[in-house]
């Protein structure tokens, strides 16, 4: 059993016969201490460094349009991130990493900008056009404009209706005097103002009387005015028409040994030839 010696008093070791241990160096746990101090001090040094440059780094990424998760599941390192839910229950889409935040387009500008809905659109106002030019006061209406005809027959077009001796027949043109007599006013209808009626140079009208176009002056009567008034209908011949009897329906004017009468239709080429007349211009 060893013995148990007391340690000698430290003031006078050599004085006992003990002798310092020197296995060790002196100060080596003043030297541990100082280390652990000094890798304290780095630590928390670079602890401090890095949490003051987090902020830096958030905001860097925020601005090219990322977040620090989307950061480091780009890079393929960290923890897996989860998106916060946004406040309608649905997580807010995030954009890949690298790309730019859109720049505004065309057009959300406040030119290109749509109308609000029920605004109306703005109108050009129409710019008023000129008022017909009236004429002044007192003065007298102007007269409607004067319309001469003289009547060709359709299959014989070297010869016009003339007035022979009160009736009506068709020849050929001659002097001034013919002329005259071979042009006519044309008017509305007598009995019909959708028909006409043809007035002579001296005042009278053509009429039917027995059947038979005849020239005489208009007593008033409603049988005159009917007698009178013809309409126009289409005729075979190429810008010729026919000339129907208002107050008898069915008959036409027609040439008959270049006598002008009224007679029924006939289904015949003779009648529709000698029934065709073309209203030309004047040869008075």
Known sequence: MPDNKSRPPQEHPWENGWAPDTSRAPGTRRLWLAGALAVTTVVACVTAIA??????????????????????TSSGGGLISFASPSASGSPSPTRPAGSKSPSPSASASPSASPRPQGSASPRTSPTPSAAPAQ???????????????????ANYPSRYWHLSRGYVRLEQPG???????????????LANSS???????????????????????????SLFKQDATFCTR????????????????????????????LEQF??????RADSAFRLVEGLA
């Open 195 to 221: 028909c006409h009626s043809f007035l002579t140079s001296d005042g009278t009208y053509l009429r039917h009387r027995s059947f038979v176009l005849v020239k005489e002056r208009d007593d008033g009567s």
């Open 234 to 261: 289409p005729a075979a011949a190429s810008g010729s028409v026919m000339l129907e009897s208002v107050n008898y329906p069915g008959y036409f004017l027609r040439h008959r040994n270049f006598q002008l009468k």
């Open 51 to 72: 949490v003051s440059k987090q902020p830096a780094d958030d905001t860097s990424a925020t601005r090219e349009g990322r977040t620090t998760s989307d950061k480091e």
């Open 266 to 271: 006939e289904y015949s080429g003779q009648y």
């Open 135 to 153: 004429p002044p006061k007192g003065a007298p209406a102007p007269r409607p404009a004067v319309v001469q005809r003289s009547v060709q027959s």
């Open 175 to 189: 002097g001034s005097e013919f002329r005259e007599d071979a042009t006519f006013t044309l008017v509305k209808g």
